[in-house]
């Protein structure tokens, strides 16, 4: 607890379940998130947990490499339109859109690059030539129709999905219980009671069917998280593509993974408040991040519905391994990097190795040892290396799709490059580190 008052969001939860009773989890944390006064409103949301691209430019610099070949196997389309949902502060498209300037082929003028948030501030895009912001739910692409151009080549998103709101469910005495908000006893003069957790029947059938579907029975006493808006961002990410590909780099596992009683008893939801991690919704309503893991064999299996097929689903740090990460250290940082502000995450025993220097870093080098932690922890496991990537296609004909990630092995694609020979074209003066 902070002492601090109760944001405008938590009033306004506390003064609804007053009025009207509890409420699902679902509906208390898209308030607490995205209400008026909630986290996402405030200009300091995600200062307060590290994501790739705040980590380090090359996450950009690599997924524009994937990109350029993604673009040649739907046969260079001009423009070619890259929609990022859930974009925040913009830094990944300032990253993807600084290296396809480096691409051939004139990559770089070909992508018409659209972020779309909640959030209404501009961020890291402003000020790129060929990018917009629209201010939109993502999960509706009706409410941005006029703002994002259509067809989109691909959809990208980073980070998006374990930002829906979920629902929470138990199973009692094998029954399944959904978890709702509601106020407890001592409610003291209207609404300023504490928030509690309320057990009671589930308030959609939708919830028990979302387990059968993944074919999961939970254990008595297990908690666990259901996100039932991932059904929409697939029909909406689908209904975005004609002819082109969704890729989708999140936290999360398949379902037999993410339910597993014995690994994950308590489910996956936690919050996040100056970098430090708990599983305290309850507290600082409004003013901590709140996210649970994604279900990817639902995000799968809806997308197949939806036209989507899956054709790869790979950890984080493999994909940017094989699209040139060693490339990128090799050559180095940017000279004269001033990385004073920029916080120097810790190495952690997957991270740096104390022979990760190349030649081109002095050992003293506080901006070079920043940059390599940074560039390490993308890949590293147990952290953003175990992050998963969705590559997903849409109306690209079999022998395409099937090219999409093969190229991955190294071999050169029929446009003649291999990954790490797109990746050696992007310069360290590209890939400088940018604080906030
Ligand atoms: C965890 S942040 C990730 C930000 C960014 N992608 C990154 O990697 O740093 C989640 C972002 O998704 C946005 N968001 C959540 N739900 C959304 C929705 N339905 N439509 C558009 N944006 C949404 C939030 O405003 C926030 O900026």
């Known amino acids: 607890m902070t002492g601090l008052p109760p944001t405008p969001a938590e009033r306004a939860i506390r003064r609804r379940i007053a009025r009207h009773g509890p409420i699902t989890f679902a509906e208390f944390m ?20 590290y994501t790739s691209p705040q980590v380090h430019p090359a ?9 350029f070949h993604l673009w040649t196997l739907l046969e ?14 913009g830094r990944l498209c300032r990253d993807i859109l600084t290296a396809t300037r480096y691409l051939p082929d004139g990559f770089g003028d070909a992508v018409n690059y659209t972020v779309v948030d909640r959030r209404a ?30 067809p989109a080549h691909c959809v990208l998103s980073n980070e998006l999905l374990d930002a829906l709101p979920v629902h929470r469910v138990r199973m009692e005495d094998g029954r399944l219980r959904e978890l709702y908000v509601g106020l407890g006893p001592d409610v003291a003069d209207g609404y300023e009671g504490a928030l509690v957790e309320v057990s009671r029947d589930p308030s959609t059938p939708a919830l028990q069917r979302r387990l059968c579907d993944v074919g999961v029975a939970l254990s008595d006493g297990q908690t666990a998280e259901i996100c039932l808006l991932l059904d929409a961002w ?21 379902a037999s993974d993410l339910y597993d009683p014995a690994q994950r008893p308590h489910g996956t939801l936690v919050t996040y408040r100056a970098h430090r991690q708990t599983d305290a919704p309850f507290q600082d309503v409004g003013r ?7 279900d990817f064999t639902s ?8 036209g989507l097929i899956a054709i790869g689903n790979m950890p984080q740090g493999w994909l940017l391994q094989r699209l040139g990460l060693q490339t990128i250290r090799r050559n180095g940082p940017p000279a004269g990097s001033d990385v004073s502000g920029w916080q120097i995450l810790p190495a952690g025993p997957e991270g740096l190795p104390p022979d990760a220097l190349p030649d081109n870093v002095a050992s003293d080098s506080d901006d070079g040892r920043a940059w390599l932690t940074g560039l390490t922890h993308l ?37 003649g490059y291999t990954p790490s020979s797109l990746a050696s074209l992007i310069p360290p003066e590209a890939l400088r580190l940018t604080p906030a």
């Open 30 to 49: 898209a308030a607490a998130l995205y209400a008026p006064g909630g986290y996402y409103t405030r200009t300091t949301a995600g200062v307060d947990y």
């Open 59 to 67: 996450f950009g610099a690599l997924l524009a490499v994937q990109l």
């Open 121 to 150: 501030a501009p961020g890291w895009e402003q000020g790129m030539s060929n990018s917009s912001r629209a201010v939109a739910d993502a999960l509706s692409p009706d409410s941005d129709n006029a703002a994002v151009p259509a």
């Open 299 to 306: 995000v799968e299996s809806a997308g197949r519905h939806a």
């Open 76 to 89: 260079r389309p001009r423009p070619c339109n890259v929609v990022e949902l859930g974009a925040g502060d």
């Open 288 to 294: 901590q991040d709140i996210t649970a893991q994604v």
């Open 234 to 254: 697939v029909k909406a990410t689908a209904a975005r593509l004609e002819s082109g590909f969704a890729l989708t780099i999140d936290y999360g596992r398949p």
């Open 379 to 415: 890949a590293r496991p147990g952290g953003l290396g175990d992050f998963r990537a969705l590559l997903q296609a849409k109306g690209v004909a079999d022998g395409s799709a099937a090219l999409a990630l093969s190229w991955l092995d190294g071999a050169p694609a029929d446009h």
